[in-house]
């Protein structure tokens, strides 16, 4: 059976809490399934992070921009979304504030966050491998089993969460996002129908990216080595943009080509993508959709790459 054609569209996005926020260039759009039932969707402008500036044009280099710019974006997407949660801004309609107190609020959560993660993903796996070196003198066999570390609180830390209630429900969103874009890029109309039949898993995802992180930086500690734990963490923070920047083009270069290679160094972020995404029931897939057409004119893309390929069902 002959692969269906697969166009690359651009968009992207990610699961907010009750919605979908879907980005195309410098626009996004939030759409957000209301406690009343009703879809909200809120478009904004974006100015991406050092906008027209060479360096996003650098390989390696504009990925640990790219980044930045879309952990900001998806906490500014989240906060919307909660808001409409919240029960001392439920009468605000879900307005989005930018008073000089929620942004401070909204830094600190980041930084904490980061903390928090480079405690857990980063210092952690170096630490508890150190403990082994008394017993071990091969670096490399240390270094192997940094990395396995590093896999298993990675791997540990997407159940764990998966087991709370929300998450479950963010999961299915971040299924219904994947959908609605798989759906347009094999050519199929959007609709609720054809998105429900399309793949929750997609290449561009950031857990994929997560997976390529955790991939390159072990590769990365099998040639750095260094004895002193202290210096060794400190080589450990050092290589997070190096990690992030390589991270990036590999998730570019296998949203874009579909080569036998690609395939085979992006199923394990698919699979993992098992543990991140659920099946959307027909709710959630609605909210996303309503997120695409907010930014993105599906039918016109359709016809620019599929033509009469493009049908309402296949």
């Known amino acids: ?20 926020m879907m980005r195309n260039g410098d626009r996004y759009a ?5 406690p009343d039932g009703e879809v909200e969707t809120d478009v904004q402008s974006h100015r991406q992070l050092l906008a027209g500036n060479p360096v996003l044009k ?19 997407a989240l906060n919307y979304s909660a808001s409409f949660y919240d029960d001392e801004t439920a009468q605000e309609s879900g307005q989005s504030g930018n ?10 959560v980041i930084a904490i966050s980061v903390v928090l993660a480079l405690g857990l993903f980063v ?17 490399s066999l240390i270094a192997l089993i940094e990395g396995g570390i590093r896999v298993a609180v990675f791997l540990l830390y997407l159940i764990a969460i998966g087991l709370m209630k929300d998450i479950r429900r963010l999961y299915g969103y971040h299924g219904a996002e994947h959908k609605c874009i798989n759906c347009i890029e094999s050519g199929r ?6 998105v429900m039949k399309s793949s929750r898993f997609h290449r561009r995802c950031g857990t994929s990216f997560l997976f390529f992180v955790v991939f390159i930086s072990i590769l990365l500690i099998l040639f750095i080595r260094v004895k002193s734990l202290p210096l060794r963490l400190l080589v450990r923070l050092l290589l997070i943009p190096v990690v ?51 930014v993105f004119d599906w039918k016109a893309y359709l016809q620019e790459h599929f033509g009469e390929e493009s049908v309402e069902t296949r």
């Open 189 to 194: 109309e959007l609709t609720p129908e054809n």
């Open 123 to 139: 210092f952690l796996p170096t630490y508890l491998a150190s403990l082994f070196e008394e017993h071990i003198r091969n670096d």
């Open 58 to 76: 650098i390989p390696f280099v504009r990925g640990v921009f790219q980044f930045a710019d879309s952990l900001s974006l998806g906490m500014k």
């Open 244 to 294: 992030a920047g390589i991270a990036y083009e590999i998730l570019r270069l296998a949203g874009r080509t579909d080569g036998i290679f690609i395939r085979i160094l992006s199923a394990p972020g698919l699979w993992i993508q098992r543990l991140t995404t659920r099946e959307p029931d027909r709710r959630m897939v609605e909210t996303a959709i309503a997120s695409v057409e907010a």
């Open 99 to 108: 008073t000089g107190s929620e942004k401070a609020m909204e830094a600190i």
């Open 1 to 20: 059976m002959a692969r269906r054609k697969v166009c690359y569209s651009g968009i992207g996005g990610q699961a907010v809490l009750e919605g979908v």
């Open 30 to 34: 939030v759409s957000v399934r209301k």
